[in-house]
């Protein structure tokens, strides 16, 4: 994860955690390093609001293409995202000021139309509140 430096032992998340449950970008966490020095969340400090959604694309003409149909079909909504293709993984920035309905429609009409599968990485109570349909 990279994090920018804030106050004393907090750090602010600076890009999507692809593994990391419970936390997205712009997330202020405390930290503590370890023997080597390195650096373990203890705890959330402030919450930023964003959601991470994480994505595994079915099909699409191969694995660089479908994660990019992913990416293509959530940015008119304002949704960033990373590939990582070790995984065939795509994980997206879902900010708060996003169309929370719009989004969780399209994650569910994904995962029904059989494009891909999903998993709720860090949602907001606004997130659980969206109908997505």
Same mark, same amino acid.
């Given at each position: 994860?990279?994090a920018?430096r804030?106050?004393g =032992?907090?750090? @602010?998340?600076?890009?999507?955690?692809?593994? /990391?449950?419970?936390f997205?970008s712009?997330? *202020?966490v405390?930290?503590?390093?370890? =023997? $080597? #020095?390195?650096l373990?969340?203890e @705890?959330?400090?402030?919450?930023?609001?964003n959601?991470?959604?994480?994505?595994? &694309?079915?099909? #699409?003409?191969g $694995?660089? /293409? /479908?994660?990019?149909?992913? !990416?293509?079909?959530?940015? &008119?909504l #304002?949704? $960033?995202?990373?590939?990582?293709?070790?995984?065939?993984? *795509?994980?997206?920035?879902?900010?708060?000021?996003? =169309?929370?309905?719009a989004?969780?429609? !399209?994650?569910? !009409?994904? $995962?029904? =139309? #059989?494009?891909w599968?999903?998993e709720?990485?860090?949602?907001?109570?606004?997130?659980? /509140?969206?109908?997505?349909?």
């Open positions: 994860m990279w920018n804030r106050d =032992d907090c750090v @602010e998340l600076n890009n999507i955690p692809f593994f /990391a449950r419970g997205s712009g997330d *202020v405390r930290v503590a390093a370890d =023997d $080597e #020095g390195v373990w969340v @705890e959330a400090v402030k919450w930023s609001g959601c991470t959604i994480r994505i595994v &694309p079915i099909g #699409g003409g $694995e660089v /293409a /479908a994660r990019q149909a992913v !990416l293509d079909a959530f940015a &008119p #304002g949704v $960033e995202g990373e590939g990582l293709a070790r995984f065939n993984l *795509v994980a997206l920035h879902v900010p708060a000021g996003a =169309d929370l309905h989004v969780k429609r !399209l994650v569910i !009409l994904g $995962e029904e =139309d #059989g494009r599968h999903y709720e990485g860090c949602i907001t109570d606004e997130w659980r /509140a969206a109908t997505g349909r």
